[in-house]
């Protein structure tokens, strides 16, 4: 736990938002910094969660505890909407609270002893649970942001946020986050592709976070939403998911992880039923009323609709903050398959810059940094605010950065 660095960064954030409301009392701050949603959730999904939640009330309704795994018409319903045509299974899908607590899960799973790689930068859960596990080992090894026994893939402009794999050690698990957090930079098919036959040359395990699959844009040369679009990767990939930015669940807890019959050990056992003992041993299975709240987002055409429009709406503010940044001359990044948007500040360090655009704007943003080494001179820009704020930021942004 000593060893644990990152835990600092939306704390932080925080703290100098509320000093800086101290210092302008008057000012109104406007947040597109932490990645959360900010929209109503459509009624047609609430609506079934109430309905639900009352007949827990009555002798007819009331449930108790259900699979550990899931209810078995939610794993239905992401097994064939999510994933059409990629052949996963229902068996295969197991429901949880959330794709956060399935990495603490996963890395329970693989435990001290294994090594990981991850994105340089990346979504700071993958390397705190590992460092949590021990992953780390014991003497302090850490360097310059980094710890020594965690494979850092950077990923920036220059390499099209694609590791070159021939200089990539082999690691027992790879983090693999596409539409990535916080660069917003989607996979193509072909880097997936080059994924996928590393992890088997390799015999490494991908965990793949889709958190953002909704955002990737369906029209032209359509990226991939799962990496079971890509051939193969049934026998290397786990998948993990979640509602919360795709239905707004982020309160609401719920998500999902992939792990297909084909992944096998080494000694060839299942790596799925060892996931299954982890889940039936330190969850419970994820809230029934959350779960009747994620079948109302998949299992009719107006339920997937009412979702999708919220995400457009999103994804609507990311087109203005990407034609803002582009306006005033500036390198900016992601944005076209995820709510966030990446821009580069060459010459300067990222909380340099955060600190600057809050002291002048009153806009909260994200320093690059936190994500990780490689995010050194960017900040991350987040959608998820209502249109009228996120004008009104881009307006502030414009009269400061012009
Ligand atoms: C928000 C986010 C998560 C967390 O999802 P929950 O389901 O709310 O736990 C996971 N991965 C990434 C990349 C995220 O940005």
């Known amino acids: 736990m000593e060893k644990l660095r990152n835990g600092y960064l939306f704390p932080e954030i925080s703290m100098r938002r509320e ?30 969660m109430s309905e639900y939640a009352l007949g827990l009330s009555t002798p007819e309704g009331y449930q108790g505890y259900g699979p550990e795994q899931g209810q078995k018409s939610l794993r239905k319903a992401i097994a064939e909407k999510v994933y059409p ?7 295969e ?31 700071p859960g993958y390397v705190d649970s590992g460092v949590i596990m021990g992953q ?12 020594s026994r965690i494979e850092y893939m950077r990923c920036a402009p220059e390499n099209a946020f694609f590791p070159d794999l021939a200089t990539v050690p082999r690691t027992d698990v790879i983090f693999f986050c596409s539409p990535n957090n916080p660069t917003g930079h989607a996979a193509s098919r072909e880097q997936l592709r080059q994924l996928v036959d590393f992890a088997r040359g390799n015999g490494s395990i991908v965990v793949f976070d889709s958190a953002y699959a ?3 844009s369906a029209d032209g040369d359509k990226k991939p939403r799962s990496i079971y679009e890509v051939p193969g990767a049934r026998e290397v990939a786990i998948e993990i998911s979640s509602f919360s930015k795709f239905a707004g669940f982020t309160g609401v807890r719920l998500g999902w992880a992939v792990v297909p019959d084909e992944l096998l050990y080494a000694d060839g056992t299942r790596v799925a039923r ?19 709240g994620g079948l109302a987002c998949l299992a009719t055409e107006e339920g997937r609709d009412a979702v999708r429009r919220v995400v457009g709406k999103y994804k609507d503010n990311t087109r203005v903050l990407v034609d803002t940044f582009r306006a005033l001359g500036k390198e900016v990044y992601g944005g076209d398959d995820s709510p966030y948007v990446w821009v580069r500040f060459p010459g300067q360090r990222s909380w340099e810059v955060f600190a600057e655009i809050l002291e002048k704007t009153h806009v909260i943003t994200v320093p690059g940094s936190g994500f990780g080494p490689g995010g050194e001179g960017f900040i991350r820009v987040s959608a998820f605010n209502s249109r009228e704020r996120v004008v009104e930021a881009c307006a502030r942004l414009t009269s400061f950065l012009a």
């Open 19 to 48: 000093a800086h409301q101290k210092k302008y009392p008057d000012a109104k701050v406007i947040s597109l910094g932490i990645g959360d949603t900010t929209e109503p959730i459509p009624s047609i999904i609430t609506s079934a």
């Open 85 to 91: 045509n990629m052949g996963i299974r229902d068996t």
């Open 93 to 123: 899908v197991f429901i949880s609270d959330g794709a956060q607590c399935d990495i603490a899960r996963l890395q329970m799973l693989f435990g001290r002893d294994v090594t990981i790689a991850v994105q340089d930068p990346t979504f």
């Open 136 to 147: 780390t080992g014991g003497a302090d090894e850490s360097s310059g942001g980094r710890y």
């Open 214 to 216: 909704s955002y990737v």
């Open 274 to 292: 060892d996931f299954d003992r982890v889940v039936c041993t330190s969850f419970n299975g994820a809230s029934s009323v959350a779960q009747v």
